[in-house]
Each structure stands twice: as structure tokens, then as C-alpha cells.
């Protein structure tokens, strides 16, 4: 009898054991599951952080290398090349231009000179950069009471102004030299054109190096083909005939023949710049 319920208790205790020991597998794969899923959990936070951060500090850099690079509509950044007298110029010191200058419609040039008024059009949307120092040195009377130094009758038609230097009694002793604190660099070039610079047109006057321009132009009053090297500025729109009544009257040759200041002097009384 005692032997029966010994096999009793043995299989009762063996049974037990088995569903402790079924249980405790059944726990421990539970357990490897969750730490499975927990692990796959915290590196798609971790991953989906770090993709945040990266995404939040590449916007951030987007958005201040946006605003760096990128100026205002209808405008664009310039280059103003600091200009103080070493490479030889005679520097009128006029201050420096804004960085960033309109690029879209037009603009008016008014000269009141001693002999009538001489107007241009200006494209600021082909000129932009020298339409805006244009505006500057206009705003500062830059060019008021110069007088155009320049006048060249044999091949070159043009007649040259801007030089602030060439004021006064003294200013036929101007080499054309003279301009403003800052140059900066061409644009506007009449590549391929015939004439590169027809009647009418009004360009800048530079020297042989790059990025020369500054205050000095010239007005063609007869179709001249030079380097396409100047920047065009506008066309005269009045007071062209002003020109040719000068160029009419020649030059006193002090730089060769048919070069020369004007015989015929022509005087800016004032400069200004305003949209059309």
C-alpha cells in the first residue's frame, strides 16, 4: 500500500516538475522576446534621434548658408575691390557701395552739363553692379563740376568724363587717372556684336587689367569697334547731338593726333541716378 502511494507522490512530484520546469521555459523565452523587441525598440529611437538631430542641424545649415549666400530678391551681391591709389589711381574717397544692388528694371542718368542736359537708360537687369555704383556716386555728387577730360576723333569716336580730378582750372593737366575708392569687376561685355559699341552707347572706361572699372566712361557718338572689354552701361537717350557739337570742335592732340582734350569743354554740373 505504502508502495502505491510512494509511486504516486513520485509521479505527482514529476509532473510538478515538469510544468515548473515548461514554465520556466515558456518565462525565459518570454523574456528573451521582450529583451528582443525592447533592443529593436531603443535602436529605432536611437536611430530615429539621430536622424532628427542630422536633419535639424542640415536644415539649420541649409538655412544659414541660404541667407549667406542668397540676397534679397531683385538683387544681387557685388564685389567692391578696395582701391587706394598703390597701383598709380588718384583716389577720391566716395565710400563703398551696398553689398547687394538691384538687378531688375531701369534707371534714368541725368547730366546736367554747361552746354544741356545728356540723358542715358540704364538696364540694371545687364549692368547691375555698375548701375549700383553708379547710384552710390551719384547719391555722394561724385562727378559734380568735372569736366570730360577725353576726346578721341581718329578710329575711336568717343568722348571721356568721370575722371574727378578734372576740375578746375588745372584740368587739362588730368592723365585720367583719377576715380573712386573701390573697383570692381566687368560685365555687360558686347561679345560678338558689330560694332561692339554703336552710336549712342555709353560704357566704362578702364585699364588693361580685370576688374578695373570704376568711375570713368565714355559716350560713343559715332559706331567704334573696340575690344569687347567695357562694360555697357545704357544708351543716350537725349542729348547726343550735345557730344557731337563737341566732338566737332576736335581735340588739342596733347595725346597724338585726334587725342585729346576737348577743344570744346564740356562740364558735369551734376550726376544723378533715378528709376525710370
Given at each position: 500500500?505504502?508502495?502505491?502511494?510512494?509511486?504516486?507522490?513520485?509521479?505527482?512530484?514529476?509532473?510538478?516538475?515538469?510544468?515548473?520546469?515548461?514554465?520556466?521555459?515558456?518565462?525565459?523565452?518570454?523574456?528573451?522576446?521582450?529583451?528582443?523587441?525592447?533592443?529593436?525598440?531603443?535602436?529605432?529611437?536611437?536611430?530615429?534621434?539621430?536622424?532628427?538631430?542630422?536633419?535639424?542641424?542640415?536644415?539649420?545649415?541649409?538655412?544659414?548658408?541660404?541667407?549667406?549666400?542668397?540676397?534679397?530678391?531683385?538683387?544681387?551681391?557685388?564685389?567692391?575691390?578696395?582701391?587706394?591709389?598703390?597701383?598709380?589711381?588718384?583716389?577720391?574717397?566716395?565710400?563703398?557701395p551696398?553689398?547687394?544692388?538691384?538687378?531688375?528694371?531701369?534707371?534714368?542718368?541725368?547730366?546736367?552739363?554747361?552746354?544741356?542736359?545728356?540723358?542715358?537708360e540704364?538696364?540694371?537687369?545687364?549692368?547691375?553692379?555698375?548701375?549700383?555704383?553708379?547710384?552710390?556716386?551719384?547719391?555722394?555728387?561724385?562727378?559734380?563740376?568735372?569736366?570730360?577730360?577725353?576726346?578721341t576723333?581718329?578710329?575711336?569716336?568717343?568722348?571721356?568724363?568721370?575722371?574727378?580730378?578734372?576740375?578746375?582750372?588745372?584740368?587739362?593737366?588730368?592723365?585720367?587717372?583719377?576715380?573712386?575708392?573701390?573697383?570692381?569687376?566687368?560685365?555687360?561685355?558686347?561679345?560678338?556684336?558689330?560694332p561692339?559699341y554703336?552710336?549712342?552707347?555709353?560704357?566704362?572706361?578702364?585699364?588693361?587689367?580685370?576688374?578695373?572699372?570704376?568711375?570713368?566712361?565714355?559716350?560713343?557718338?559715332?559706331?567704334?569697334?573696340?575690344?569687347?572689354?567695357y562694360?555697357?552701361?545704357?544708351?543716350?537717350?537725349?542729348?547726343?547731338d550735345?557730344?557731337?557739337?563737341?566732338?566737332?570742335?576736335?581735340?588739342?592732340?596733347?595725346?597724338?593726333?585726334?587725342?585729346?582734350?576737348?577743344?570744346?569743354?564740356?562740364?558735369i554740373?551734376?550726376?544723378?541716378?533715378?528709376?525710370?
Open positions: 500500500m505504502s508502495s502505491i502511494k510512494d509511486r504516486q507522490r513520485a509521479a505527482a512530484r514529476a509532473r510538478l516538475e515538469k510544468e515548473m520546469a515548461e514554465r520556466a521555459s515558456a518565462a525565459r523565452k518570454r523574456r528573451q522576446r521582450q529583451a528582443i523587441i525592447g533592443s529593436a525598440l531603443a535602436v529605432v529611437v536611437i536611430a530615429g534621434a539621430a536622424w532628427w538631430i542630422v536633419a535639424a542641424l542640415g536644415n539649420d545649415d541649409d538655412k544659414s548658408t541660404d541667407t549667406a549666400a542668397a540676397p534679397p530678391a531683385g538683387t544681387v551681391a557685388c564685389t567692391w575691390i578696395p582701391e587706394d591709389g598703390s597701383s598709380g589711381a588718384k583716389v577720391k574717397d566716395a565710400g563703398t551696398p553689398p547687394n544692388v538691384p538687378n531688375v528694371g531701369k534707371a534714368t542718368m541725368t547730366m546736367n552739363t554747361n552746354l544741356g542736359v545728356i540723358t542715358a540704364v538696364d540694371q537687369s545687364k549692368a547691375p553692379c555698375t548701375a549700383g555704383a553708379f547710384t552710390h556716386l551719384a547719391s555722394k555728387q561724385f562727378w559734380d563740376n568735372t569736366k570730360c577730360h577725353r576726346l576723333t581718329e578710329g575711336i569716336k568717343v568722348l571721356q568724363c568721370g575722371d574727378p580730378t578734372a576740375t578746375g582750372k588745372g584740368w587739362r593737366k588730368s592723365d585720367g587717372s583719377g576715380g573712386p575708392s573701390f573697383r570692381y569687376a566687368e560685365e555687360n561685355l558686347p561679345v560678338n556684336a558689330k561692339a554703336p552710336k549712342g552707347t555709353i560704357a566704362m572706361a578702364k585699364t588693361s587689367a580685370p576688374s578695373s572699372t570704376g568711375s570713368q566712361f565714355f559716350i560713343v557718338y559715332e559706331d567704334t569697334d573696340l575690344p569687347p572689354d562694360t555697357v552701361l545704357g544708351t543716350i537717350t537725349k542729348g547726343l550735345i557730344v557731337e557739337g563737341v566732338a566737332k570742335a576736335g581735340s588739342d592732340n596733347s595725346n597724338g593726333q585726334g587725342d585729346g582734350h576737348p577743344k570744346k569743354e564740356i562740364t554740373d551734376s550726376l544723378t541716378m533715378a528709376a525710370a
